[in-house]
């Protein structure tokens, strides 16, 4: 059976499970006409409801090796006035439809069959074929019941089949069938009642031998359908390489067979395979190994993560430290990291947030947040030190307590917080991106993509976790301890800021001597400037506290990146990308392979449906060849 547009899915399982049920038969089994009436809608039991026609078409199929490729339609009669209890207008628009575009399809020879004791000139048939086929090359007219023309109508029917009146190109049969008496007497004999009618009976004796009984229009069908497929056949040819090409890319879509276990972990092994080879040409940057690149935006995770890093590096450099350190005109000739980046944008950076992309729905059981852009106070350094110095400090001489450069630096790191925990959210959201991408991309079947996401998600929300925890963990010891370094740079920058107030006091004392160029004279040098105890410890301080955030903040942007970021989610050897493996889908359980990659009903059912239509093209395929 095949569906029309009236009625249910044909696809519905129950009605499957019904029809699978028909092919058990055979026919003449009258036990199947009630189920096919069912199917059709045409059993209802509330009178209101019955139907007497159905666009579903029930299709009969005689096969062997004595029969003719060769399909006939039988579609209902055209009529223009509705039956009470019976017929409906509906049911007029909808046979008319039908009709049509059975009749409108190229390829078809149409079959007017009119009786022969009716006006010919009220049948809408007629008017429908010449729309259809205005040349008349695939109508040829056929006329029934001449034993029931009244007397002295005859002539009438002698000239249509004689091409006189209402001429059709490929003209007129007549036949006579069986009638009701004739049909109840099982020993009737439809040919030999006919032929003797045609050969004795006036005035049908005088037709034409080659226009009267059905050999007459098995003959005439014969030459209709031989002439539409030669004029036909370079068009089925190309039709059936087209329908065929159909049918394999839709089979295609549906992917490999997955009915059995086997079958289920075989797939999805090669879904892993694929997933795990294509990961590795994004972490190598390998952009060519693979075509998907260039037909899948978001898959180059390796540069999406260079590109993060480059501007948490740069966020941590700017607006990392809650005070600008101090800064002489020398040290920008020296010290060019700290010229603002072209990449900053200062008249938006108070308004937005530290997160450099949205976050997608559907990491379920992570809250990722999003924390604002750290604003760095207008305060000037120094006496922002001195106030710190002054509330803190005790009974030291000449220098100041070694517990005030914790305090000072968690003040000073105080932005590194908001910053890192920005970065390592969004290189979740670029991995998780990615995966979820990479799999729509090599999975085209909704529910396996579905069943992996959902199989998935708790693995990766697992890894997820230890990253934030890490970038948390790495946060308490770099802020939360006492600063602490080998690095031998934490000397050499003190000793540079030293330096510098050296040069800088020296420069201000400096004259120009002719030939020698600008000097220092002695006693300058000798001369000492005037400093309060409390301004040599805020200078120390501050010197201190300049020197080792230096060191601490590369080492602080390195760490996060590595271990938070790389490690957890990018190449370490338990990221999420790793999670969707071989290893993952044989640790699979049966039933978790059905859910995820098992196959509908509908799905298995259209799966045969283009199997079967696929081999009978290609023997179609053969046989024009």
Same mark, same amino acid.
């Given at each position: &059976?095949?569906?029309?547009?009236? %009625? ?7 009605? !499957? ?39 579903? +078409? ?12 060769? =399909?006939?339609?039988? +579609? ?16 007029? +628009? &909808? ?31 007629? @008017? ?28 009438? +029917?002698?000239? !249509? ?100 276990? @086997? ?77 603002? $980046?072209?990449? $900053? ?39 922002? !030190?001195?106030?710190?110095?002054? $509330? =803190? ?19 000073? #790191?105080?932005?590194? %917080? ?35 996401? #959902? ?38 920058? !003190? ?10 006091? &020296? ?11 600008? &000097? ?12 309060? %105890? ?92």
């Amino acid at each position: &059976m095949e569906s029309g547009t009236d %009625n249910q899915s044909l696809a519905d399982p129950a009605r !499957l499970a019904i029809i699978d049920k028909l092919f058990e038969y055979n026919i003449g089994d009258s036990v199947a006409l009630p189920q096919v009436y069912s199917l059709m809608g045409l059993d209802s039991a509330v009178e209101q409801e019955k139907k007497t026609f159905s666009e579903d +078409v029930l299709k009969i199929e005689i096969r062997g090796p004595g029969e003719q490729h060769l =399909s006939v339609i039988d +579609v209902p009669g055209i009529f223009k006035k509705t039956t009470a209890g019976l017929t409906t207008k509906t049911d007029m +628009v &909808m046979v008319r439809n039908m009709v049509s575009n059975y009749m409108k399809n190229p390829r078809a020879a149409i079959l007017a069959v009119i009786p022969a004791n009716v006006d010919i000139a009220t049948q809408e048939i007629l @008017e429908m074929a010449e729309e259809h086929d205005p040349n008349g090359q695939r109508t040829l007219g056929v006329l029934t019941k001449p034993d029931l023309v009244d007397k002295g109508a005859e002539q009438n +029917v002698m000239d !249509l089949v004689e091409g006189r009146s209402h001429k059709l190109s490929l003209g007129w049969c007549i036949l006579r069938n069986l009638g009701q008496r004739e049909l109840a007497d099982s020993s009737s004999n439809r040919h030999a009642l006919e032929s003797s009618f045609f050969r004795t009976d006036e005035p049908w004796v005088n037709l034409d031998k080659d226009r009267v009984g059905i050999e007459a229009l098995q003959a005439r069908l014969r030459d209709v359908l031989t002439e539409i497929v030669r004029r036909e056949f370079p068009r089925v040819k190309s039709d059936i390489n087209k329908r065929l090409n159909s049918c394999k890319q839709q089979l295609e879509a549906l992917g490999p067979c997955r009915e059995t276990k @086997e079958q289920q972990q075989k797939h999805l092994l090669d879904l892993a395979t694929r997933f795990q080879k294509i990961t590795s040409l994004a972490l190598d940057a390998r952009y060519g190994g693979d075509d998907i690149f260039q037909d899948v935006g978001g898959l180059k995770l390796a540069t999406s993560i260079v590109d993060r890093n480059e501007k948490f590096s740069n966020d941590v450099r700017k607006r990392g430290h809650t005070v600008d350190f101090e800064e002489t005109p020398e040290e920008f000739e020296f010290d060019t990291e700290d010229v603002p $980046s072209p990449m $900053s944008d200062p008249e938006n950076e108070d308004n937005a947030d530290a997160r450099h992309m949205d976050d997608l729905d559907n990491i379920d059981g992570l809250m990722l947040e999003y924390y604002p852009i750290p604003r760095l106070s207008v305060e000037k350094i120094s006496p922002w !030190l001195r106030h710190i110095y002054t $509330s =803190s400090r005790g009974f030291e001489l000449g220098t100041f307590d070694a517990a005030l450069i914790p305090l000072i630096w968690k003040k000073q #790191s105080a932005n590194w %917080n908001d910053l890192a925990l920005s970065y390592i959210s969004d290189v979740i959201v670029t991995v998780h991106r990615f995966i979820r991408k990479l799999l729509q991309a090599i999975c085209p079947d909704d529910r396996i993509l579905q069943g992996l996401n #959902s199989v998935l998600l708790e693995g990766l929300v697992t890894r997820y976790q230890k990253a934030i925890d890490h970038v948390k963990f790495i946060l308490h010891v770099e802020r939360a301890g006492t600063p602490s370094t080998l690095n031998h740079y934490f000397n050499d920058n !003190l000793e540079q800021c030293r330096q510098k107030r050296l040069e800088s006091s &020296m420069e201000r004392k400096a004259i120009n001597i002719t030939n020698y160029g600008r &000097m220092v004279e002695l006693n300058a040098i000798y001369q000492k400037a005037h400093m309060s %105890n409390v301004d040599h410890a805020v200078r120390d301080l501050h010197d201190i506290l300049k020197s080792y955030y230096k060191v601490a903040r590369k080492r602080f942007v390195d760490v996060v990146c590595m271990q938070g970021a790389d490690f957890h989610l990018v190449t370490g050897p338990d990221t999420p990308a790793k999670v969707f493996s071989p290893s993952f889908v044989t640790g699979l359980k049966p039933e978790q392979l059905e859910g995820i990659a098992g196959e509908t009903l509908t799905t298995r059912k259209k799966r045969a449906e283009l199997v079967r239509e696929i081999s009978s093209l290609e023997k179609g395929k053969k046989i024009l060849i």
